[in-house]
């Protein structure tokens, strides 16, 4: 059988993506229960961008801007409102947004988890038990068989390297643990989970292809000549970046967090269920050694190449982004670009930074790294996880009264590469 992506008839995409939560509006989990309880600095979601009444205009505004791609993310909250009833209505509606994805001729590309978790999730069927692996691969079966073969193109989990982190590490994210045991097991039956719902799709979508989302950092040495700063930033590159590549490459992981974090294990089978990688690329950390306490050092984002920051103070740094494109593509799957952007509500910054990000996604295709499509994040204004609705991802400018979009004027910028992305010949296809 040939490798399903990219796909034959469709060898480059280039598109947008958004997320259910950040979009959709009024859709209590757990999330809003972290809302609630004052646990994020972001506040209320409440009806975010009102994407649940709108992704037909959304799908149609992307078509607009010359996409060929559209990513978004299934509500488990909404299909799986209690254990094991699902919500055919919510399936059917996510049904009709794939197929009108297909009528305008936009891929769809699915995720199933993107960082929020049904309300019962975490007592009946938590990630640090191997119960959330079934209760995760029924889910996505259903979604599978319930928008048929138009979506065949799935980033299964968004960032569960991130999710691992927030949530069981560090206590930032539901459900808000703080125990490198439970990250250990969480990110195992996350591994695992991902395999039970790739087969779960495969067998419901035979053509499908199976991808993860991964979030890379480019790591810098906050004094570039001090060793300890620079072992410090190769470490963090290799306890954030590479135990999901190795996970997926090799069917085995070791990361060490000092002090006391060992994140380690083995799935031999689970590199088969994975056709491509997708790469999360935002920023780049600097570290600098010695912070007193039980820390080895401090981070922080800086301007360290004169571009400015964004307006959640990131570094826009398209320099870091070919080495982790070389990074994920050591692995040996096809890569796509699942999410790429930056805050900034004045459109000042977004041109120049789409230039040179999609610059850099062409550069590595000719040297030879098989990147196969780049998506914006975001379409539209969204709300952020940690800071709510002051920084501004999209394309598309929210009016949060009226929930009407505009486009900015970067808008034209994505209009024109994407169609001298499209526009090129495709590298031939491997496989
Ligand atoms: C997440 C998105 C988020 C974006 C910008 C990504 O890592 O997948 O949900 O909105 O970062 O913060």
Redesign the pocket.
């Given at each position: 059988m040939p490798a399903p992506f990219p796909f034959a008839d469709r060898p480059r995409l280039f598109g947008v993506a958004v997320?259910h939560y950040?979009v959709e509006g009024d859709d209590p989990c757990d999330w809003t229960d972290w809302e609630a309880a004052g646990r994020t600095r972001g506040g209320a979601c409440g009806r975010a961008a009102g994407s649940w009444e709108r992704y037909e205009d959304d799908a149609a505004a992307a078509v607009a801007l010359g996409a060929n791609a559209f990513r978004f993310s299934v509500s488990w909250s909404r299909v799986e409102p209690r254990y094991g009833t699902f919500d055919e209505a919510a399936l059917e509606r996510y049904a009709r947004l794939v197929a009108r994805l297909a009528a305008l001729g936009l891929e769809p590309v699915v995720t199933l988890l993107?960082?929020t978790h049904p309300r019962w999730f975490h007592t009946e069927t938590p990630w640090t038990s191997p119960a959330s692996v079934d209760a995760f691969a029924r889910f996505a079966g259903r979604v599978a068989r319930a928008l048929g073969p138009a979506a065949r193109c799935w980033t299964v989990l968004?960032?569960p390297f991130?999710l691992v982190l927030g949530g069981y590490l560090d206590g930032q994210v539901p459900p808000g643990l703080a125990s490198g045991r439970d990250a250990a097991r969480a990110f195992d039956n996350l591994l695992a989970a991902h395999e039970a719902a790739a087969a779960a799709i495969r067998e419901a979508s035979p053509g499908a292809a199976i991808g993860v989302?991964h979030?890379m950092m480019g790591f810098a040495p906050a004094r570039p000549r001090n060793p300890f700063d620079r072992l410090l930033a190769a470490a963090a590159g290799r306890f954030y970046n590479r135990p999901l590549l190795d996970a997926f490459g090799e069917g085995r992981w070791s990361a060490f967090l000092p002090p006391f974090t060992r994140l380690a294990g083995r799935r031999p089978s689970l590199p088969a269920s994975l056709d491509f990688f997708g790469v999360?690329f935002?920023s780049r950390l600097h570290l600098r050694f010695g912070a007193g306490g039980r820390r080895i050092g401090s981070f922080d984002y800086r301007d360290a190449t004169g571009r400015g920051l964004t307006d959640?103070g990131w570094e826009i740094v398209p320099e870091a982004f070919l080495p982790l494109l070389r990074e994920a593509a050591s692995i040996g799957r096809p890569l796509l670009v699942t999410?790429n952007?930056l805050?900034d509500a004045a459109d000042a910054r977004r041109a120049a930074f789409l230039e040179e990000h999609v610059a850099v996604v062409a550069r590595a295709e000719a040297e030879g790294v098989p990147v196969h499509g780049y998506l914006h994040?975001?379409l539209v204004d969204?709300y952020?996880?940690?800071d709510g609705f002051e920084?501004r991802?999209g394309l598309l400018a929210l009016d949060r009264e009226t929930l009407a979009r505009r486009e900015r004027p970067s808008a034209e910028t994505f209009r024109r590469l994407a169609a001298e992305y499209l526009g090129r010949p495709a590298a031939p296809r491997r496989g």
């Open positions: 997320s950040q993107h960082y968004n960032e991130v989302a979030n999360n935002y959640n999410e952007g805050a994040w975001s969204n952020e996880w940690l920084p991802f």
